[in-house]
């Protein structure tokens, strides 16, 4: 089973995040590379688990959906 993936860890830049060994930066054990995998939220910010869903509520789609028509 697969490790829960953090959405905002401390320090991001100590890990590699290529896999789910999340090897410490400076001993890379999976050969994922020749450089560490950057977390998301090192590239895209904080909120980077928002760009993700393509920016819509589940719940509120399902809302309308369910909702008569006028």
Do not use: Q
Request: glycine share 8%; with cysteine.
């Amino acid at each position: 089973m697969a490790k829960k993936f953090p959405l905002n860890p401390k320090h991001p830049e100590r890990i590699c995040w290529g896999c789910d060994r999340y090897c410490p930066a400076t001993s890379l054990a999976c050969g994922n590379g020749a450089d560490r995998t950057m977390h998301p939220a090192e590239l895209l910010g904080e909120d980077w688990h928002l760009f993700e869903d393509g920016g819509f509520d589940p719940a509120v789609e399902t809302k309308e959906a369910t909702e008569p028509a006028c």
